[in-house]
């Protein structure tokens, strides 16, 4: 199984996390409220886009909206591949970090 880059991860436990909520604005917004970092939303589109054709993520589109000028929101789901792909993505990151010997983790290295 090929490894989730470390992007790909924050944007599939994003759309994880926000479930039926998961669409454009909240997603970068809760990247940026856990990382601190912000992401321009050409490269959040664009890395929904290749997650889309990667077969991690569906989209689905919202009800129009007098806000937004009447066009419709699109929403990001996981799907099985995703869950087994995050999965295997913890997996390996707790197996790279156990018995990892506490003076990286105090900060002292």
């Known amino acids: 199984m090929k490894l989730l880059t470390m992007n790909e991860q ?6 994880l996390r926000l479930k039926e909520n998961a669409y454009g604005v909240s997603i970068r917004d809760h ?7 912000s ?3 050409g490269t959040l589109y664009n890395s929904l ?3 889309v054709k990667k077969g ?5 589109e919202g009800e ?4 937004r000028g009447g066009r419709r929101k699109i929403y990001y ?13 913890k997996y390996v990151q707790s197996a790279l970090w156990n018995d990892m010997s506490d003076p990286i983790l105090k900060g002292e290295l």
């Open 77 to 89: 789901t996981l799907t099985p591949e995703a869950r087994t792909a995050l999965r295997h993505a």
């Open 49 to 51: 886009d290749k997650l």
């Open 64 to 67: 129009p909206t007098s806000e």
């Open 31 to 37: 990247i940026i409220e856990i990382t601190g970092k």
């Open 39 to 41: 992401m321009v939303y």
């Open 56 to 60: 991690y993520v569906i989209t689905r």
């Open 10 to 15: 924050i944007l599939l436990l994003a759309v």
